[in-house]
């Protein structure tokens, strides 16, 4: 692999990754999935 190519996920599988990330974080932190996927897409995370 080329160094510019990088490494691209298949955005349907990180799709999927983020919402499981999300829905563990809301459980672990006992609030509202809206509240965590908030959270998450105000993050420098994201």
């Not at 990330?21 to 609030?31: L, M, S, T, Y």
Request: hydrophobic share 35%.
């Amino acid at each position: 692999m080329k160094e510019s190519e990088g490494m691209n996920a298949n955005p349907i599988l990180l799709q999927k990754k983020y919402s499981r990330v999300i829905e563990c974080f809301a459980k672990q932190q006992g609030i509202s999935l809206d509240a965590a996927l908030n959270f998450f897409y105000h993050s420098e995370t994201y």
